[in-house]
């Protein structure tokens, strides 16, 4: 599965439509709506420039992470990273190292990915290779 940064900007859309529909100010949509990123490319992560191109930072505020590990090992992210972690009452972990690495987190996760190997594909009781939605229980 192939995930484009362009494919972001149009969920993110969607999703500031349904704010303001509920009637919050564009500053605190922008809040609402943040973006993580990678503090650097690991593999084929995006970086703060790759979402500013996108113009995600139009519609978001974007930080990074603070980490130069796959996934999100959160002792090794930022402070900041860390208390916005800690109070969202939402969060959408994108790819399988962010599963692997967050999936025993008690945190109001869905991860979407792609079971790209046998060990992952079992754990989630998928198809190896097939795309998921899971919500963390």
Partial sequence: MKTYL???????????????????????????????????PIINDATLEDAKAAGIDQLAKIIDNGSQAPGTI????????????????LIIAKGQANYESLSECSAPIFFLLQAKCNVIARDLGVAEGSAVLKQQL
Avoid at 74 to 89: D, G, I, V
């Fill in 6 to 40: 362009d494919c972001y900007p149009c969920f993110l859309k969607q999703a500031l439509s349904a704010s303001r529909q509920a009637g919050t100010s564009e500053e605190l949509q922008r809040e609402i709506m943040l973006t993580v990123v990678k503090a650097k």
């Fill in 74 to 89: 959160f002792e090794q992210c930022s402070e900041l990273f860390q208390q916005r972690f800690k109070k969202a009452e």
